[in-house]
């Protein structure tokens, strides 16, 4: 594979890496799928397949994390009508102002379901601060594999 392809593949590997924050993205699949593209475009060989099998379990890790982390994290926190109507703004504030429409639907569907619950504001509040610093954690966690499965193909680039 010629070094402008490889350079190819890292620029969508890093759209990859934006993926992560942007939900219109694929994010950490997008990189996992330029690796795979790196593998088979010039036949594969053991030390690729090794590279895309490390990268995938890296993928795998990342996904898991990025669910169980903030479902662990808010366990016993809060209903599940609230997490339901955080879920149901963010996907409609996604069809009626898209990208934006989803990060800001969900909080404030958040707020309003635990401002209804709760009957005050500033408790609301605290409680949708706790919904996002757990949905942050659970980012951090795949951004931080999908950061890792890019440093696994460049050693792979370098190494092949």
């Known amino acids: 594979m010629s070094g ?5 593949l890292a620029l969508v590997m890093l759209v990859g890496l934006l993926g992560v924050l942007v939900p219109l993205l694929p994010g950490t699949a997008l990189v996992l799928g330029a690796g795979l ?3 088979l475009a010039d036949g594969g060989g053991t030390g690729r397949w090794v590279v895309l099998g490390a990268m995938a379990v890296l993928f795998a890790v990342g996904i898991v994390l990025k669910y169980a982390l903030p479902g662990h994290r808010l366990v016993g926190g809060l209903p599940r009508t609230t997490l339901l109507a955080g879920a149901a703004g963010a996907v409609a504030g996604f069809v ?3 990208p934006l429409g989803l990060p800001v639907g969900g909080v404030g569907a958040v707020w309003l379901a635990e401002r209804s619950r709760l009957g005050d504001a500033r408790l609301a ?3 949708t601060g706790a919904v996002l610093k757990a949905i942050g954690l659970g980012l951090l ?8 499965m890019v440093a696994v193909w460049v050693v792979g680039v370098l190494a092949t």
Do not use: N, Q
Not at 141 to 148: L, P
């Open 4 to 8: 402008l392809a490889e350079a190819g």
């Open 37 to 39: 593209v790196w593998v």
């Open 96 to 98: 009626v102002l898209p």
């Open 125 to 127: 509040w605290s409680s």
């Open 141 to 148: 966690a795949e951004m931080t594999a999908g950061v890792a």
